[in-house]
């Protein structure tokens, strides 16, 4: 209790103090002079009074020390204040790396306007970085709240009229505006074979999309001109434009035409009166286009002072006290070690992560914990799991406790990204468990990883027995919505749906590369565990848009049984399903024991069911 005392003592005279620092910006014509708050070493502010050469080498500068900076700790976030970037004849051009996160900070997307290019191509990994092009890897990093003239000034015939985003997972677009040419999330450029493997838009306003190879998309809430190709399994929701899905499996679209449940993620912003704010987006349902076509995003706006602006280097007892005395979470671009665990306790509390800060688990933590309390946020963060293991990486809510959950307020993750291995080795028994009722997962990608640098010699064997990871998303809430869920390589199942109530907009998933036998990958007297499991206790569930893959490259001969396991009755729904095969491994059936083979004869050819059970 002393200890606890004190913590609580301290932290209350550093709350009084105040959180921030700051000196006066650069003036620019769109708002006052403004006391820039102290985000952190690796938190860059732009004024458009700046040069756009003195812009463009800053983040060229980032880019070249990110474009390959796979595994590595550097964390970035770059902030646009109001005004209008780049010119006709001179263009803002730039590409985005690892761990980069580019935002506007108007109130609206169009109060930031980048006339030029954000862009990212595909990594060259032969010859000399010319040749075996793609974007399978092309991880973490986020672009928001701003409006992009594309202008590909000076650039060669390929790359004119088109921004290109080649990217995968634990990557999001929000609250854009773009305008002046074609926007691919392919990078159609460079040597093949330009692959690109998955990400997700929301409250956005695009032109024509071009798909090209993106194997898996979610759109939420946005509005298109149109949009081209899809690969496996391209999901709208709430989308003004999005294509037809009466074409499936042909062209594999589904298209829902509201969102059931959504809240966009919370946004850093300056006022017409210069002041610093985060605006905290209310929940919607049956949702359609953007949030702010008819003015601010509908919501209440919290002044930065109500954060504590959290440093890598500040101890975890001070983070943690500002959260028991109930301030709001910023945290500054970097990672953060979590030996204790932070706890979310109060209702409406906001937990913010810029440039993808990062929470890596030590001695076995949970690094955050949310409490059974309506409203909490968490966003824009990343849990690494640790040396020990961890019982979860991140917990919502008790299995047993009260709950204080609310359908009209639910507590939110957003753009929340797991990782088990890479880095470093990893080990965790369930990376996400939402316990809570009413939860809104929008958008996270889990993942046990399937390569990095940890140094192994033994190859997958090694990593199977060393990185650990043997549950994705543990969902046992009732009444929870995933829009945008991404879970992959855990060894038993990825996603286990015990609530009721659940609905699911994209789901994707690749089971573990790297099981060493059979045996290993087994499920009692089962082979292997289905990549998306619902309890057979669950009376209602619905998932829309979903793909379960495989590529065993550690023992081509296993087999798995199924793609997935639902309970087979009326409430119970799942449209628009699908497994493949990536040239390893066998997946006997989509669906409890319908749909398949998924195996090498056919690799890379989806096997479609429409609806299960079929109409």
């Not at 004849?89 to 590409?95: D, G, T, V």
């Not at 997972?169 to 854009?176: C, F, I, Y």
């Amino acid at each position: 209790m002393r200890k606890f005392g004190r913590i609580f003592a301290i932290g209350l005279a550093v709350v009084a103090a105040g959180a921030l620092t700051g000196t006066a910006a650069h003036a620019n014509p769109t708002t006052k002079a403004v006391p820039t708050p102290a985000l952190g070493s690796n938190v860059t502010i732009f004024d458009p009074s700046m040069p756009v050469e003195q812009i463009q080498a800053k983040l060229d500068a980032t880019w070249t020390k990110q474009v390959d900076n796979e595994m590595g700790a550097d964390r970035y976030a770059f902030y646009f204040k109001p005004g209008t970037y780049g010119t006709d004849a001179k263009p803002l051009q730039f590409k985005v790396g690892y761990y980069t996160e580019i935002a506007g900070l108007g109130a609206s997307p169009n109060d930031v306007v980048i006339n030029g290019k954000i862009e990212v191509y595909n990594r060259c990994l032969a010859d000399g970085g010319t040749t075996n092009c793609l974007a399978l890897v092309n991880f973490w990093r986020t672009l928001s709240n701003l409006s992009l003239k594309v202008n590909s000034s000076g650039q060669d015939g390929c790359r004119g009229g088109t921004n290109f985003w080649a990217v995968s997972q634990a990557v999001s677009l929000r609250r854009l505006n773009v305008t002046g040419g074609n926007f691919s999330l392919m990078d159609y450029c460079s040597a093949g074979p330009q692959y690109a493997s998955g990400g997700f838009i929301a409250d956005s306003q695009f032109p024509t999309v071009i798909n090209g190879s993106q194997q898996q998309w979610l759109t939420r809430n946005s509005k298109v001109t149109s949009w081209s190709n899809a690969v496996w399994n391209q999901v709208f929701s709430g989308v003004e434009g999005a294509p037809d899905e009466s074409v499936f499996p042909g062209t594999p679209y589904t298209t829902l035409a509201a969102t059931p449940v959504s809240r966009e993620k919370p946004y850093l912003f300056i006022d017409a009166n210069g002041k610093w704010n985060v605006r905290v987006p209310s929940a919607q349902k049956n949702s359609v286009g953007v949030s702010w076509a008819n003015g601010l995003t509908p919501g209440k706006t919290l002044p930065l002072s109500d954060f504590y602006v959290a440093k890598p280097s500040d101890p975890e007892w001070l983070i943690q006290a500002n959260l028991l005395l109930g301030k709001n979470l910023l945290l500054s671009p970097g990672i953060y070690h979590i030996s204790q665990g932070l706890n979310v306790l109060w209702p409406n509390q906001v937990v913010l992560g810029t440039g993808h800060a990062t929470l890596t688990a030590v001695n076995g933590s949970t690094p955050i914990k949310v409490a059974d309390v309506p409203g909490a946020i968490i966003a824009g963060v990343t849990i690494d799991a640790g040396l020990k293991e961890s019982k979860t990486l991140l917990q919502v809510g008790n299995k047993n406790g009260l709950n204080f959950s609310s359908a009209a307020n639910p507590t939110t993750l957003s753009d929340v990204y797991f990782r088990v291995g890479g880095p470093h080795i990893g080990k965790t028994d369930t990376a996400l468990e939402v316990n809570s009722d009413n939860v809104l997962i929008d958008h996270t990608w889990v993942w046990r990883a399937d390569h990095g640098v940890e140094g192994f010699t033994g190859g997958d064997t090694e990593r199977w027995k060393t990185n650990t990871g043997r549950y994705g998303a543990v969902i046992n809430g009732d009444n929870v919505t995933a829009t945008g869920l991404f879970v992959e390589h855990f060894q038993k199942y990825n996603t286990l749906w015990n609530g009721n109530g659940g609905t699911t907009v994209l789901y994707q998933n690749e089971l573990p590369y790297d099981p060493p036998t059979q045996a290993d990958w087994k499920n009692g007297s089962e082979n292997g565990y289905p990549g998306y499991k619902v309890n057979d206790k669950v009376k209602t569930h619905k998932l829309y848009g979903a793909g379960v893959y495989v590529f065993n490259q550690n023992n081509p001969s296993i087999h798995t049984e199924n793609g997935f396991e639902v309970p087979n009755r009326p409430g119970v729904q799942l449209h628009h399903i699908m497994t493949v095969n990536l040239s390893a491994g066998t997946i006997d059936h989509v669906v409890n024991g319908v749909g398949g083979p998924a195996e090498t004869t056919a690799t890379g050819t989806p096997v479609f069911i429409t609806d299960y059970p079929a109409p």
